[in-house]
């Protein structure tokens, strides 16, 4: 049984935990025939080691709301209300860090705030809480899996494996009548995983596979949002 999806639909729709409406087939697409010259890049995953920790103290990343530069201005924080202590951590599995590109109203923002998300998924597997992609994902989607990671917290279920991987990615012009400024579309690859039991057994399989994602960027006037994440096609 396919769970867990990266994208296409909510995990707690796949779950059979609710039925999520707004990540189909007929949701509104990007114009890429619209767009000259379109840039494309590579997105690596982060390589970096070790969870940061937060300070308590004066001026810190957690004193200051979500969509707020910290004072001194510094080059990456944790985001308020993301954990840095992860149960369930696997290799790979880093922290994911807000950086001062995402706070620019340009491409490059654009770009920083969807690897923002990607990592921030995995993150929230390694730690069971939905509050790091939370962060930045005002979609529908993004609040009906944090249901599903509430209700396995509450079940004292975690899962194993199903990271996400990014490959390439290219930035088009989001269509007018979608609720963004960019369409970042990306190849992305999800690992075989496991929703497991406090003991151990098996409740639900997610095998790998492979999607075409389209990721919404909406600028907010502070920084970028993610407002919506489809499949490609």
Known sequence: MIWLRAALVSVASVLGLAEVSGCTHGDPRPNYSSVAGTPSVTTASSS???????SAGSGAPTSVPV??????RPAKWVPAGVPTV?????PGDVVPMFTLAMFKNNQLGALAAAQFYR?????AYATMEPSSFLAICDAPKCKSDARFFNDAMAKDQHIVGARQTQGSASVVIAPKSSDAEW??????TLADGRLVSRSGSTVRIQRSEAQLLNLYLRWSGKMWRISAEFLAG
């Open 48 to 54: 970096a080691t070790g969870a940061p920790t937060r």
């Open 119 to 123: 990592t921030a998924r995995n993150w």
């Open 67 to 72: 969509d707020q530069i910290p004072p001194g």
């Open 183 to 188: 369409v970042i579309q990306s190849k992305v």
């Open 86 to 90: 992860a149960p369930y951590k696997e």
